[in-house]
């Protein structure tokens, strides 16, 4: 199996578990069916039970360790990219940039966007913050051993394929879903690629007021 089938396997596994994910909550969840369906029109699938973070620790874009358990107290978004991406990752984050803005002001500080590098052998923590700098300077960047955001990323269910870093301008292929992460620090869901921000701004803030945050 070359590279490229190696991606699109990885892929369609990725899309079958969100539709499956997305038709087990429609059908076997509990309350109004017709805030979940707005939901799910809006890219965001709920998981019917939060999954733990691996107990892992990762780099931020100030040279300090993170330990994923300190992703608490707020909401967090969490997008797999990285700063030599040519496209998919400028595009994600300056949506991102745009979605937090079109949030009412009294959930703005709810939740946190960050981003964890799939190319830890060029995202020195240096070169995160330069980059997260043009989209928004209170974005968190999270780089670290290769291993260790491999764990993090099969944990969430989120697919990426590590890059043969001997080529020049090597890319890697990676996902362009967000991981929803509660207060808790916990996983509780995915919001589906490509994404869209009107219908975001309607359907998160009723999850990120559901429990408390800063």
């Known amino acids: 199996?070359?590279?490229?089938?190696?991606?699109?396997?990885?892929l369609v596994g990725a899309v079958a578990l969100v539709l499956g994910l997305t038709v087990h909550k429609v059908l076997n969840g509990h309350g109004d069916g017709t805030d979940k369906v707005a939901q799910l029109d809006a890219g965001i699938?709920?998981?019917?039970?939060a999954r733990s973070l691996p107990d892992l620790s990762l780099t931020n874009q100030d040279g300090q360790p993170v330990v994923l358990d300190q992703l608490k107290e707020q909401w967090s978004l969490l997008f797999f990219g990285y700063t030599f991406c040519p496209d998919i990752c400028?595009?994600?984050?300056?949506?991102?940039?745009?979605?937090?803005?079109?949030?009412?002001?009294?959930?703005q500080g709810r939740v946190r966007m960050v981003l964890v590098s799939v190319d830890p052998n060029r995202d020195t923590p240096q070169k995160l913050k330069q980059y997260l700098g043009y989209?928004?300077?209170?974005?968190?960047?999270?780089?670290?051993?290769?291993?260790?955001?491999?764990?993090?990323a099969s944990a969430v269910s989120i697919p990426y394929i590590p890059a043969d870093t001997s080529k020049e301008n090597y890319t890697v292929d990676h996902s362009g879903n967000l991981v929803i992460l509660g207060p808790d620090g916990t996983q509780r869901g995915f919001i589906r690629a490509p994404l869209?921000?009107?219908?975001?701004?309607?359907?998160?803030p009723p999850l990120l007021r559901s429990e408390g945050g800063a």
């Not at 989209?135 to 993090?152: N, P």
């Not at 921000?197 to 998160?204: I, S, T």
Request: no cysteine; proline share 5%; aromatic share 4%.
């Open 90 to 107: 400028p595009t994600t984050l300056a949506q991102l940039r745009q979605l937090k803005g079109m949030l009412p002001a009294d959930v």
């Open 135 to 152: 989209f928004d300077a209170s974005f968190v960047g999270l780089t670290g051993a290769q291993a260790d955001i491999q764990t993090l």
């Open 196 to 204: 869209n921000n009107d219908k975001l701004a309607e359907q998160l």
């Open 1 to 10: 199996m070359n590279r490229t089938q190696k991606t699109v396997f990885i």
């Open 45 to 49: 699938v709920l998981l019917p039970q």
